[in-house]
């Protein structure tokens, strides 16, 4: 496995939005269904870590609650889970096309794995200040489900990814219309 560090270097690129959208709506999900079978392995309420999530804009409030279903809560949690998925994915996405880190599939695994490391540490550590609730959630397998976000994200952008050279040509999405 050979990465070619040297042929890493800044070239003006700019990403596949509609890849890294759909990256972040995969990812999204697979992160999604892990960190609730892991709650659920846990003996945790399944409810528990999407009112986590649903109170970055509810608030507090929605932590306070006991962890059942609300359709409310729901929703918010689902609709910010997944806006901040694509977000993040698109940074990843914006991170990855300059550099040329979505040459192959080793070099955009290694990109997404730390790109989760450092979502990880922004999200458990860095927004504690503004949501101390996060600090609860530190572990080993929410490290691993954010590292795996960032694997699944890259992977999907890279195998979606339309590049200059391959519009025109019937290459991935522009295949007869679907471009």
């Known amino acids: 496995m050979e990465l070619h560090m040297h042929t890493h270097h800044f070239a003006r690129r700019m990403p596949d939005w509609r890849a890294a959208v759909v990256g972040g709506c995969v990812a999204g999900a697979v992160f999604l269904m892990i960190e609730l079978f892991a709650a659920a392995v846990a003996g945790q309420s399944l409810w528990a870590p999407l009112r986590m999530i649903a109170a970055i804009v509810m608030g507090h409030g929605a932590l306070a609650q006991p962890a059942t279903f609300a359709p409310g809560v729901m929703l918010v949690a689902l609709v910010t889970h997944f806006v901040l998925s694509i977000l993040f994915s698109v940074i990843l996405a914006v991170i990855m ?58 992977q999907t952008y890279v195998s979606l990814e339309r590049r200059e050279s391959d519009k025109g040509i019937g290459h991935r999405w522009n295949d007869g219309g679907h471009g």
Do not use: C, E, K
Not at 131 to 153: M, Q, T
């Open 97 to 154: 096309a300059p550099f040329s880190l979505d040459s192959s599939v080793q070099m955009a695994s290694l990109a997404g794995a730390v790109f989760g490391v450092l979502l990880y540490v922004i999200n458990y550590y860095g927004m504690t200040q503004l949501f101390p609730s996060f600090a609860d959630a530190r572990s080993w397998v929410s490290l691993f489900i954010h590292i795996l976000f960032g694997l699944v994200a890259a």
